[in-house]
């Protein structure tokens, strides 16, 4: 399929194998959702992993037989594009946007795929980001044998057409169980590799294309650090973790490693979202500081951590959506979440969504140009960004929640270098 291209941007989509380690006969199918400008000089990239909206397909099994006669594929019908459209913050700065959805195990009412603890999908989050940096918009690439070994070479004029970054940066970004999936994928190749060995979830994947005969890439730990991708950020949206004994091991690990890196990092929480203040597990937040939650796993007192957190008043589990989701909503009807009673809460496709698309633009205005965040704590706390949320209205609309220091943002101010 052709790209579509409107005004100076272009989506396309991209259908890919992706094998979790070149020693282990296990694969994921995904589906690449992205924008990116058509001028094709990207000075970053976020990717998006998105909370609970796919794997309540019944029939997904049969419609995938079927479709392997008709050249279809039910993975195609997901578009977390259509409930997460910030494509208008990553314009100014000329940045792209991808989503990516994964086939793991399709039963009504069970979404496996996205729950929150399963570190395999921010492990595919950011196979899929260093794809899009070294292969740009295609699912066609080439190998040949160059000297006795197995090696990937680019027609010129395809390469030309495929790749869209003039940098490896990447922010990676997420709400709800997509917030926990970010956690993991901020880390980099390297935690992720370490880590995954630990809980006995490898990561050194190879790339398939989805060719009859499919050609691969090169198992990840041998690309050039300068093609995979170079975490830059994290932007949790009520992020939820979830955790089943041997199941399910939890994003605990890879919030301890985040907790000592040094990157811009921002959790958003609302005032009336049982999701990620009660049945996370951890909660993201807690205002009673004897509770263990996700921030202070982020952010451990002395760790002179990155992490901030801000909290929207009236603000729900579904109002970050750009369009409303029925699965989603399910999380906020009164039945299930009785936190704010009386109180109208933000409804998707309202203020809190145009609220996330404002926090994100301002995100980005933290990277000039296709560089990193190259300053100090200090000049992380006080940039743009943390000075425009701690704010008891930054866009003028949505309110937020001060925190006991009056602050807007926690934790504020803190004295590390």
Request: charged share 20%.
């Amino acid at each position: 399929m052709n790209a579509i291209r409107i005004n100076e941007y272009c989506f396309d989509r991209l259908h890919l194998w992706v094998q979790y380690d070149w020693k282990i006969p296990q694969f994921v199918e995904v589906v690449v959702e992205v924008f990116y400008p058509y001028n094709r000089k990207a000075n970053g990239l976020v990717m998006f992993n998105h909370g609970f909206l796919i794997g309540t397909d019944l029939l997904f099994y049969p419609k995938k037989i079927i479709g392997a006669f008709l050249g279809d594929n039910p993975l195609f019908a997901i578009n977390p594009s259509k409930y997460y459209n910030y494509s208008e913050a990553i314009v100014e700065k000329n940045w792209a946007m991808a989503f990516v959805s994964a086939c793991h195990t399709q039963v009504h009412g069970v979404p496996w795929t996205d729950i929150g603890g399963n570190p395999r999908v921010g492990q595919e989050a950011y196979a899929a980001a260093s794809y899009l940096i070294k292969y740009g918009v295609t699912d066609f690439f080439y190998r040949a044998e160059e000297e006795g070994h197995n090696c990937e070479f680019y027609d010129p004029e395809v390469a030309c057409k495929s790749k869209f970054m003039v940098s490896n940066n990447v922010i990676f970004a997420g709400h709800s169980v997509g917030g926990a999936h970010a956690q993991a994928a901020a880390c980099g190749f390297e935690a992720l590799h370490e880590i995954g060995k630990s809980q006995y979830r490898p990561f050194d994947p190879v790339m398939y294309d989805r060719e009859f005969v499919p050609a691969y890439s090169e198992r990840m730990s041998r690309w050039d650090p300068s093609e995979r991708a170079n975490p830059v950020g994290l932007l949790m949206l009520s992020p939820v973790d979830q955790k089943i004994p041997i199941l399910i091991p939890g994003m605990e690990p890879y919030r301890d490693a985040l907790a000592s890196t040094r990157i811009p990092m921002a959790m958003i929480v609302g005032q009336c979202d049982c999701a990620c203040l009660d049945s996370s597990t951890p909660p993201a937040w807690s205002d009673d500081a004897a509770t263990e939650t996700q921030f202070t796993q982020l952010a451990p007192a002395g760790s002179g951590s990155w992490a901030v957190v801000s909290r929207v008043e009236r603000g729900s589990h579904c109002g970050y959506l750009t369009e409303e989701s029925d699965l989603c909503s399910a999380a906020d009807l009164k039945l299930t979440c009785d936190r704010c009673k009386g109180v109208v809460k933000h409804k998707a496709g309202g203020l809190e969504s145009a609220f996330t698309t404002d926090l994100m633009k301002r995100f980005i205005d933290l990277y000039p140009g296709p560089e990193g965040f190259n300053g100090s704590y200090n000049d992380w706390i006080k940039s743009g960004f943390i000075t425009w949320l701690n704010q008891p209205s930054p866009d003028g609309r949505v309110e937020l929640m001060p925190f006991p220091s009056g602050q807007y943002v926690d934790p504020l101010p803190l004295q590390n270098g």
